[in-house]
């Protein structure tokens, strides 16, 4: 079993938990206790002091959208953007709901509100009673400041009124005075100038002592509005909640707009003449295309988080998909024919190198051109209906989202395949020979298995890179995914926002982490020389 997880674990890439292994087992414990503190204690200990650092330093630098939030706020961050995903996929099921499950979640709901409503009222009352309650804490705190603040401002303003005097009275000697009368006078005006900005350095440092008090958090306050805008926000969610599960409720309207149909077949069958009759049947046409409108409606669900991470990782992988069939081939070739490598590398070369930011802008353009009518497009009905995409509202923002990838990422793929195929060892060639092997045979029992390592090295790179264009990618493209979340975050500029860009930037780095393990994993598989991979 030891050697079992063993080779599991080296299998991912994850060498660095054997010595954990090998002490549950026993072996050595000494030297895994040395390796262990060594590989996992350490880096443990550098996170955790990134950590403090990070929770240390951040309040002390403050931006336009506040202050550097902390790990705690990042976290609660978090917390609020999965509550908000959840909460909107809530409502989209209460919408559907019938029958017993209707009557039973609205029960749920008002069995709730029961509760929350009171408690929402309360902490609205204890919010405003803290507001009080800071503001006089602030006087307090501030009196002593701004009584050395106005007895200094008057202080001052008489001071420089006599240096003002005093200069008018140097003035006057000057005009049929001596040079050292006018000697006096300059020396007079430079020490005025002095002594001006030295009061009002001294007015400022009060106002700046003033400002921080000011500005200082009170934290019973921000106890107390985080209190009561978390209970507002569920009280709002539990309203909403019971509109959906009951005037918003599908099956309601649908049961409605049915009754109102057969008042309407009703009218037709005793009209009193033709026009009444046409315009009753007229009404009833009308009334079967609302319920058919209604048996089909859904919950317009705003974009959460979770569903752009979703919607990104399949973009991500559409790129990836396209430049890994386009690298390949193209790889096998310039690895086999040295006259097609010679050709390929002034475009490796060229294209190579150009940023996401360039190639985004020509593919949206072009996309454009083949899709001029997003809302009529077979293309697009086209890509709706393929497993992966379908739900995921393809637009041609996506399309250019993913050539973009594409475009960024072919490259380390294509270099290394072409490496893979020209380092096969010659003797391999050399059976290949002389068992008559045809191309073909050659190229799937041969070629290809033996540049499959360092294929798999390219593929791995690629997706890396396809991952970290996709975030600018969306967004300059707009496209629905993590980058458009950033984007309309950095928008927005609040402190809350601004803490849930720091959730973006973990959230990134662990999917990456993912698929970077991923391809790990696939590349060990395909390794012939057991060598490393990973660290």
């Given at each position: 079993m030891k050697y079992k997880i063993l080779k599991g674990l080296d299998l991912a890439g994850l060498q660095v938990f054997d010595p954990v292994v090998r002490l549950c087992y026993g072996e050595e414990p000494q030297a895994q206790l040395r390796k262990i503190g060594q590989f996992i204690v350490i880096p443990v200990i550098t996170f955790l002091l990134f950590l403090m650092f990070w929770d240390f330093a951040g309040p002390r630098h403050t931006t336009k959208s506040g202050e550097v939030p902390t790990p705690g706020v990042v976290l609660d961050a978090a917390d609020g953007v999965l509550t908000f995903h959840q909460r909107e996929t809530i409502k989209g099921e209460d919408l559907l709901l019938s029958g017993a499950k209707r009557e039973a979640a609205l029960a749920e709901v008002e069995s709730r509100l029961t509760e929350v409503e009171p408690l929402a009222a309360a902490a609205a009352d204890h919010l405003k009673n803290t507001e009080v309650a800071a503001r006089e804490h602030l006087t307090a705190s501030t009196a002593a400041l701004n009584a050395a603040y106005r007895a200094k401002r008057l202080e001052y303003r008489d001071t420089a009124k006599?240096?003002?005097?005093?200069?008018?009275?140097?003035?006057?000697?000057?005009?049929?005075?001596?040079?050292?009368?006018?000697?006096?006078?300059?020396?007079?005006?430079?020490?005025?100038?002095?002594?001006?900005?030295?009061?009002?350095?001294?007015?400022?440092?009060?106002?700046?002592?003033?400002?921080?008090?000011?500005?200082?958090?009170?934290?019973?306050?921000?106890?107390?509005?985080?209190?009561?805008?978390?209970?507002?926000?569920?009280?709002?969610?539990?309203?909403?909640?019971?509109?959906?599960?009951?005037?918003?409720?599908?099956?309601?309207?649908?049961?409605?707009?049915?009754?109102?149909?057969?008042?309407?077949?009703?009218?037709?069958?005793?009209?009193?003449?033709?026009?009444?009759?046409?315009?009753?049947?007229?009404?009833?046409?009308?009334?079967h295309e609302i319920i058919a409108t209604l048996e089909t409606?859904?919950?317009?669900?705003?974009?959460?988080?979770?569903?752009?991470?979703?919607?990104?990782?399949?973009?991500?992988?559409?790129?990836?998909?396209?430049?890994?069939?386009?690298?390949?081939?193209?790889?096998?070739?310039?690895?086999?024919?040295?006259?097609?490598?010679?050709a390929m590398t002034p475009l490796i070369s060229l294209f190579k190198p150009v940023s996401p930011i360039v190639w985004l802008p020509i593919i949206f353009v072009i996309v454009g051109g083949f899709i001029p009518d997003p809302s009529d497009s077979a293309v697009l009905r086209f890509l709706d209906h393929i497993p992966g995409l379908a739900g995921m509202?393809?637009?041609?923002?996506?399309?250019?989202?993913?050539?973009?990838?594409?475009?960024?990422?072919?490259?380390?793929?294509?270099?290394?395949?072409?490496?893979?195929?020209?380092?096969?060892?010659?003797?391999?060639?050399?059976?290949?020979?002389?068992?008559?092997?045809?191309?073909?045979?050659?190229?799937?029992?041969?070629?290809?298995?033996?540049?499959?390592?360092?294929?798999?090295?390219?593929?791995?790179?690629?997706?890396?890179?396809?991952?970290?264009?996709?975030?600018?990618?969306?967004?300059?493209?707009?496209?629905?995914?993590i980058g458009k979340f950033v984007w309309d975050m950095f928008n927005n500029g609040s402190s809350q926002t601004f803490a849930q860009m720091f959730v973006v930037v973990f959230v990134v780095g662990f999917i990456g982490l993912l698929f970077d393990r991923i391809m790990i994993i696939l590349q060990r598989l395909v390794a012939f020389d057991g060598g490393t991979t990973a660290i």
């Open positions: 006599a240096r003002q005097a005093e200069l008018t009275t140097l003035a006057a000697s000057v005009i049929n005075g001596t040079d050292a009368d006018r000697l006096r006078l300059l020396a007079a005006v430079d020490a005025d100038k002095a002594a001006t900005a030295r009061e009002t350095a001294e007015i400022q440092t009060l106002r700046d002592e003033r400002s921080a008090l000011e500005n200082a958090k009170y934290p019973p306050l921000i106890a107390a509005r985080a209190e009561s805008n978390a209970l507002a926000e569920e009280l709002q969610f539990l309203r909403k909640r019971r509109d959906f599960l009951t005037t918003e409720n599908r099956e309601i309207k649908v049961t409605a707009a049915t009754t109102k149909l057969a008042e309407l077949e009703t009218q037709l069958a005793t009209a009193p003449d033709a026009a009444t009759a046409v315009k009753a049947a007229a009404a009833i046409q009308q009334q409606s859904t919950y317009s669900k705003p974009w959460t988080l979770p569903a752009q991470i979703d919607r990104s990782v399949r973009c991500v992988l559409v790129g990836f998909i396209v430049a890994s069939v386009i690298a390949i081939p193209f790889g096998i070739l310039c690895g086999l024919s040295r006259i097609f490598m010679a509202d393809v637009n041609p923002a996506f399309i250019a989202s993913a050539l973009t990838v594409t475009m960024c990422s072919l490259w380390p793929t294509l270099v290394n395949t072409a490496f893979g195929v020209a380092a096969i060892d010659k003797d391999h060639i050399n059976v290949a020979r002389v068992l008559r092997l045809g191309f073909f045979a050659r190229l799937f029992k041969i070629v290809i298995p033996s540049a499959l390592p360092l294929m798999f090295a390219g593929l791995r790179i690629s997706l890396g890179v396809g991952w970290m264009v996709l975030i600018a990618g969306e967004l300059l493209s707009s496209s629905e995914g």
